[in-house]
């Protein structure tokens, strides 16, 4: 294999702006993921802190009714696609999935670089309607009123549209890479859990993207030729566009559920040095959460008129969809007991991610019940919920997992206080933020609401509101720390080992960072990635 100097790694050679930007390095096109993801998270804590703060007090603050619509659309779509889809995938998938592996790249480096600049051109679109009359449609762009409104409805949904490519196209890449590229004598079933998850995210983008593609197609249509698709007025169903939009979404929340749960088996593997309990079976609950997303969709719409007997099969799916996700629960808790925990800031992201993402999986079963989701349905229980799913869970994870592989990138520690103090704040600002919706939604609070000072429980929202945008400041602090001591950590942490956590992965067998090619000379498995009862400390 030709080896780079011992002196250069990915991010040092080659140099230049051009280097990058025509990069083929999988690790490259991570990093650039990284940043423009980061940029977009930015920008929707940004709609939602101006949100939090309008609903701080019931009356009209400093924005109006059409302004919040947007705020609140574009707060939704900039998260939901620009952000949290192609978060864990895009990036910490990019740069580690090959590395794990033990192989050079990905099977297509030049699909992996068209997919990175596809999120590009997609985001531009996106956010080029936030010039042109910003979308106030809410993120799910529901008929009939998405074809009624004024707003820039159809430059926001060709960003999305377009940003569907570059996921189609990362997770087929992902999927060959997986099949063709294992090192030498890596089966299937000494892959690392991290593989396992990213390889059931792939197959849900490949199988799920092109009916949001189709449907957003046929919602453009609809809107500039008036073909009454999802129009009752020339015949057309509002409520099928429902069905193809959350035979999409729900398959999406695993899309952005199950790298973080393939994160958090590797953060406590790791942290505990301790053998995985079960992973065989937190291998096939991954494939089993990819194949079961596909039939819950109608427990979107148990109140859009949909039969009796379809809410009362997709209520039961629904129920039935939580056994293997009890499964990674139990067998996170299991691998922790009598393990050498080391309360690490990535440790500590993992087991807030057990907490939270606990809490946001129990309270979906109640959006489960037929009977009770009828009275919670469009309230702030569904907002809380969703939150400590994609935020508790996804969230939480990504940032486990930047913290976990930080010193692989860059070849940099950053401070642990500090680390230890962001997720403080992090994790009290968010449970302020969003535990109290359970009982705000409980009470009866509509969500999407500009204004509740019109409600009949008007001084109880203004506190539950009060306290939640209370929480979003500290939550914002916390990430502003993190941002903080991750950047200055490029400039003046010290240089990290090899190994600095004691992970028995390939990533770690290489240098940090890596160099261009990966490997120095080809890694051979030798034991499998867990195997914390065989391998002594001093061969880590």
Same mark, same amino acid.
């Given at each position: ?13 080659? $140099?230049?702006?051009? #280097? +990058? ?5 999988? $690790? ?12 977009? %998270?930015?920008?929707?804590?940004? %709609? =939602? ?5 309008? &609903? ?40 580690? &999935? ?19 600049? *596809? ?10 309607? *936030?010039?042109? /009359?910003? *979308? ?28 569907? @490519? ?9 999927? !060959? ?57 020339? /015949? ?9 939009? +959350? ?12 790298? /973080? ?12 040095? $301790? ?38 099969? %997709?209520? @039961? ?10 499964? $990674? ?32 999986? &129990? ?60 997720? !403080? ?16 939604? #409980? ?28 929480? =979003? ?9 993190? =941002? ?5 950590? &490029? @400039?003046?942490?010290?240089? =990290? #080992? ?9 990533? +770690? ?15 051979? %498995? ?15």
């Amino acid at each position: 294999m030709h080896s780079s100097p011992p002196d250069q790694n990915f991010l040092s050679h080659p $140099k230049g702006l051009a #280097s +990058w930007l025509f990069t083929l390095d999988h $690790k490259r096109i991570g990093i650039m993921y990284l940043i423009l993801i980061c940029l977009a %998270f930015g920008l929707g804590g940004f %709609f =939602a802190l101006s949100i939090r703060l309008e &609903l701080m007090r019931s009356g009209e603050q400093f924005m109006d009714q059409d302004t919040y619509n947007k705020f609140f659309t574009l707060h939704g779509a900039v998260m939901v696609f620009l952000f949290i889809i192609p978060s864990i995938p895009a990036t910490l998938g990019n740069f580690c &999935l090959p590395l794990m592996l033990g192989a050079k790249d990905v099977a297509f480096p030049r699909l992996n670089l068209a997919s990175w600049y *596809v999120y590009v051109i997609g985001a531009a679109f996106t956010l080029f309607s *936030v010039v042109t /009359g910003a *979308v106030d449609t809410g993120w799910t762009f529901y008929s009939p009123y998405s074809t009624q409104s004024s707003t820039s409805v159809i430059s926001m949904t060709f960003g999305v549209f377009i940003l569907g @490519f570059s996921s189609i196209f990362t997770g087929l890449n992902f999927v !060959v890479t997986i099949h063709k590229m294992r090192a030498p004598g890596m089966t299937w079933y000494q892959m690392p859990l991290f593989v396992w998850g990213t390889y059931a995210t792939s197959v849900i983008q490949v199988l799920a993207t092109p009916v949001l593609g189709i449907t957003l197609l046929l919602l453009i249509l609809e809107k500039t030729l008036g073909i009454g698709i999802f129009n009752p007025e020339m /015949g057309g169903d509002p409520v099928l566009f429902q069905h193809f939009f +959350w035979f999409y979404s729900h398959p999406a929340v695993y899309i952005m559920i199950l790298p /973080g749960m393939a994160i958090i088996s590797e953060l406590i593997a790791v942290h505990s040095h $301790k053998k995985i309990f079960g992973y065989k079976l937190i291998a096939y609950s991954s494939v089993a959460i990819a194949l079961l997303g596909f039939l819950v969709w109608g427990h979107h719409m148990f109140v859009s008129g949909q039969s009796e007997f379809s809410s009362m099969v %997709f209520s @039961f799916i629904t129920f039935f969809i939580g056994i293997p996700t009890g499964i $990674k629960i139990f067998n996170w808790m299991t691998t922790l007991y009598k393990g050498q925990i080391c309360l690490t800031t990535p440790m500590l992201y993992a087991l807030a991610f057990l907490i939270l993402f606990t809490i946001g999986g &129990l309270t979906g079963i109640f959006l489960g019940a037929l009977g009770l989701d009828i009275h919670l349905h469009d309230t702030y229980f569904v907002v809380a919920h969703f939150h400590y799913v994609m935020m508790g869970g996804t969230v939480i994870a990504f940032l486990g997992g930047i913290h976990h592989w930080w010193p692989k990138i860059f070849g940099k520690m950053y401070s642990e206080f500090w680390g230890r103090i962001a997720f !403080v704040f992090i994790f009290l600002g968010f449970n302020m933020t969003f535990f109290n919706q359970f009982m705000l939604g #409980s009470q009866g609070m509509p969500r999407r609401y500009h204004d509740y000072s019109g409600l009949y429980k008007t001084d109880l929202f203004e506190r539950y509101h009060g306290f939640s945008s209370y929480g =979003a400041m500290v939550l914002g602090v916390g990430f502003l720390i993190i =941002a903080t001591y991750l950047i200055a950590s &490029l @400039f003046n942490g010290k240089a =990290a #080992s090899n190994n600095p956590w004691g992970g028995l992965t390939f990533e +770690w067998a290489t240098s940090s960072p890596p160099p261009t090619e990966n490997f120095r000379e080809e890694p051979i %498995f030798k034991h499998g990635p867990y195997d914390y009862d065989k391998v002594l400390p001093e061969n880590i």
